[in-house]
Nanobody, 121 residues
């Protein structure tokens, strides 16, 4: 059974940093794109950052210059380094992956359970 396990969320002061991790495990043939989304209370889930298999990245305007997404293909893991955190960044952060499952081969999407990031003084 394929799953995404997230870690790294917590409480941090404004201006601080956090690093989120998301590791995929299971019957995975390959992983295409991976990304981080977030959802704050009363708001829709939004894309924070994405990275494809070739390493190309995309960021929401609100986090450009502050967040960095990266991946370790050998570990099937994606990271989100968050710097200069603001109270507006407070949200549940969800990991997402588009992948090919092996035997049988099929293209699927999976979401992590979410990890809470709270930026508060």
């Amino acid at each position: 059974q394929v799953q995404l396990v997230e870690s790294g969320g917590g409480v941090v002061q404004p201006g601080g940093s956090l690093r989120l991790s998301c590791a995929a495990s299971g019957s995975i043939f390959s992983i295409d794109a991976m990304g981080w989304y977030r959802q704050a209370p009363g708001k829709q889930r939004e894309l924070v950052a994405g990275i494809n298999s070739g390493g190309s990245t995309n960021y929401a305007d609100s986090v450009k210059g502050r967040f960095t997404i990266s991946r370790d293909n050998a570990k099937n893991t994606v990271y989100l380094k968050m710097n200069s955190l603001k109270p507006e960044d407070t949200a549940v952060y969800y990991c997402n992956a588009d992948y090919v499952e092996g035997r049988p081969y099929r293209y699927l999407e999976i979401w992590g359970q979410g990890t809470l990031v709270t930026v508060s003084s």
